[in-house]
């Protein structure tokens, strides 16, 4: 688990610290001061070796580069200031139970008379003075050591299929599983594709557990095929409830049980590695917030993962706190803000003395 994490010149993080992480983590904070930016930075350390998180970061964001036949990820966006200039990047570091472990990014000049990989906008000019470039991604995890050099086009992008091959595959034992639950939720197909892979094992009744918290009738959850969620217009479906004894189409249930079946599923999904979740009391309401989080914590243990979720509510950290333990330090709450380069931990005491006394911590 990481204990410790750095940021450098990452988004709009120009230089960002935090310490004393344990197995939850929750970070707090006013909109725009870098939660988002932080899990994005996680996932890209926490599995290192391809560059694929970034380009989906963007692709959530709407930042991808539009002006050529296939999309790009668009460099300058990724680095503090927004400016694409030859030497400059961002990294992000860590320390974990083995040790430190790293991603550097940096912008560098390719000799012009390099052959064009793909097509013409392979040349990266933005005008005749300025030499191609490329973005050299390098990942340092503990022993191993892993590279990838990604053409940079004329756009300030990188091709959608330079960032699929960019697997370092040094690094691909090193690898761990990480699962991220944005804002908006995991998509229908995810969802579904994720319960199929549990049905009959240990994991299946994790998530109905977890569902009870919400639906205390619910007997179990079934895929119902792929004919009923051919439409991709469909937000929600392919799963149906049997709920005292009454079978019920997912869509039926309300945010809060969809909300909650993905973060159960991708927390199962995320075993032995990190789970991410951008908001994570989006769709719940207050009174369920301690039995969501005794579930996590239940679960993160059980299954060996480290979790870093965000929010912006009071009723979500202080319902953190009614399951804070004495003499554990599993459970930190890291408050971002902004410009200031490192988070203020509160321990699990501190946590449960700021709830007791109604401090804001947000």
């Excluded at 470039?133 to 300030?156: C, H």
Aim: proline share 3%; charged share 25%; net charge negative.
């Amino acid at each position: 688990m990481l204990r410790t994490l750095r940021i450098t010149n990452f988004r709009g993080l120009r230089e960002f610290e935090m310490s004393g992480l344990g197995r939850i983590n929750l970070l707090v904070g006013t909109n725009n001061c870098g939660k988002t930016t932080v899990l994005e930075a996680i996932d890209l350390l926490a599995g290192p070796g391809t560059a694929l998180p970034l380009w989906q970061a963007q692709m959530r964001r709407g930042e991808l580069v539009e002006r050529s036949a296939e999309r790009q990820m668009a460099v300058a966006h990724l680095i503090h200031e927004h400016r694409l200039e030859e030497n400059r990047g961002f990294g992000v570091a860590g320390d974990d139970e083995l040790g430190a472990i790293e991603v550097k990014a940096v912008v560098v000049s390719r000799a012009p008379s390099a052959e064009p990989e793909g097509n013409e906008d392979d040349v990266s000019v933005a005008d005749e003075a300025i030499a191609p470039l490329s973005l050299i991604l390098e990942w340092n995890t503990r022993s191993r050591r892993g590279a990838a050099r990604l053409p940079i086009t004329r756009w300030g992008g990188i091709r959608g299929s330079t960032i699929s091959a960019s697997r370092a595959p040094e690094l691909k034992e090193t690898t761990r599983r990480v699962s991220l639950v944005t804002t908006e939720g995991l998509t229908r197909d995810s969802i579904v594709s994720m319960f199929e892979s549990i049905v009959l094992t240990p994991s299946e009744q994790t998530v109905v557990e977890a569902l009870r918290t919400i639906e205390p009738a619910l007997e179990r959850i079934a895929s119902v095929g792929t004919q009923t969620r051919s439409s991709i217009l469909d937000a929600r479906g392919g799963l149906a409830m049997m709920v005292a004894g009454q079978r019920i189409p997912i869509g039926s249930m309300g945010d809060g049980i969809w909300r909650l079946l993905g973060i159960a599923l991708a927390l199962v999904h995320a075993r032995g590695g990190v789970l991410l979740v951008d908001e994570i009391d989006t769709g719940l309401h207050y009174s369920v917030l301690v039995d969501m989080w005794r579930l996590v914590l239940a679960t993160a243990r059980s299954l060996d993962v480290q979790v870093f979720a965000t929010t912006h509510s009071r009723d979500c950290y202080e319902a953190l706190a009614a399951v804070t333990e004495d003499d554990r330090h599993e459970i930190s709450l890291q408050r971002i803000e902004r410009g200031k380069p490192h988070a203020i931990g509160f321990s699990e005491a501190e946590i449960r003395q700021a709830a007791e006394r109604g401090l804001e911590v947000r």
